[in-house]
């Protein structure tokens, strides 16, 4: 895909048909855009990647990629990374490999041991850690390693839900170097971070989330 633009127009939603969590939310996002969302506890910010990345469906309103519906997109999941606030959530297999290579394989990717390989330079996990349990690893290393088993299919859209929670200073700042070159790659970024300081000079689009209204801002 040579073009790549994600659009979420007057998207609403809430659970089970309660109080709306969203209220007409409009963003774009295209290739080597750096978008930081911020807001306080509970204004919706989580939910807002779930609907990025395809887990939920709005109430109200479109998301579509490149024009359109990312619902009848059969390969949308194939264009984006989503990482959970807690990594350990999304580990699904034994070994720090096969987690790396699960959604390779289960996209039916070629040059899996390549793609694993690669991820995890760019992560900076050892491959004498490739056989251990991903629950064996520290806070730190479970992060890099859910950052790597989305990064292994090349998406064109990272989503990160608080990236930094759990590292140490040198574990922000390595992450940090992994997002610049990330955006340099000519691939889009989507955050949701308390830990504005590291991000913010990356960011070429802010929003503020706040009572499930996200409006755009000049800087934080």
């Known amino acids: 895909m040579g073009i790549f633009q994600l659009e979420l127009q007057d ?7 309660s109080k709306l969590i969203l209220h ?3 963003m774009v996002i295209e290739s ?9 506890n509970g204004a919706g910010k989580s939910t807002l990647l779930r609907l990025i990345s395809g887990i939920l469906k709005p109430k109200s309103g479109t998301v579509k990629i490149n024009g359109r519906s990312i619902y ?10 989503f990482v959970m606030q807690y990594a350990e ?14 959604a390779s394989r289960n996209f039916g990717l070629d040059r899996i041991e390549e793609r694993v390989q690669n991820a995890a330079r760019i992560m900076g ?3 004498e850690a490739f056989s251990k349990s991903p629950y064996d690893l520290s806070n730190g290393e479970m992060r890099r390693l859910a950052i790597a088993s989305v990064i292994a299919h090349d998406p064109f859209l990272l989503v990160l839900d608080e990236p930094f929670v759990g590292l140490d200073k040198a574990g922000k700042q390595f992450l940090r170097k992994v997002l610049e070159n ?9 955050v949701v971070s308390h830990q504005l300081k590291y991000l913010t000079d990356l960011a070429n689009k802010i ?4 009572s499930g209204r996200l409006s755009k801002v000049d800087s934080v």
């Open 32 to 40: 080597q855009d750096f978008v930081l969302i911020t807001g306080q």
């Open 11 to 17: 998207v609403s939603f809430s659970y089970d048909n």
């Open 89 to 102: 959530d999304s580990f699904c297999c034994d070994t720090v490999f096969d987690e790396i290579a699960f």
């Open 182 to 190: 990330w955006k340099k790659n000519n691939r889009a970024t989507v």
């Open 72 to 81: 009848r997109q059969k390969d949308y999941f194939k264009m984006i990374g």
């Open 24 to 26: 007409e939310i409009n």
């Open 207 to 210: 929003f503020n989330l706040q």
């Open 125 to 127: 996990i050892d491959q």
